[in-house]
């Protein structure tokens, strides 16, 4: 059974970073795309950015481009999401996912999900 579990979400104020992780089981974590994707209350499920199990390619959406940063560690089956400069924009509950497909990944179509993790951030 393949778990996805995230953590690190909380509450920040504007200005201020936090760093999200998620950790896999189930599956051969190494072998998969990563991705963090996040939806806001009454938005739909946006993504964020991805990184290729093989290369460690990432990719960003434009609106996280240069504050956010994904990482891996496949000893570790995780996979991160730091995330400086925070406004109240990024509130959202922010989900983990993995496919070895990397366009279902970025479409939010992934196979597998956590279960999210709420990140708030105060004005």
């Known amino acids: 059974q393949v778990q996805l579990v995230e953590s690190g979400g909380g509450l920040v104020q504007a200005g201020g970073s936090l760093r999200l992780s998620c950790v896999g089981s189930?599956?051969?974590?190494?072998?998969?795309?990563m991705g963090w994707l996040r939806q806001a209350p009454g938005k739909e499920r946006e993504f964020i950015a991805a990184?290729?199990?093989?290369?460690?390619?990432?990719w960003y959406a434009d609106s996280v481009k240069g504050r956010f940063t994904i990482s891996r560690d496949n000893a570790k089956n995780t996979v991160y999401l730091r995330m400086n400069s925070l406004n109240p924009a990024d509130t959202a509950v922010y989900y983990c996912?993995?496919?070895?497909?990397?366009?279902?990944?970025?479409?939010?179509?992934?196979?597998?999900w956590g279960q999210g993790t709420q990140v708030t951030v105060s004005s």
């Open positions: 996912s993995a496919d070895q497909r990397l366009s279902l990944l970025r479409t939010g179509s992934g196979d597998y």
């Open positions: 189930g599956l051969t974590f190494s072998t998969h795309h």
């Open positions: 990184i290729s199990w093989s290369t460690g390619t990432t």
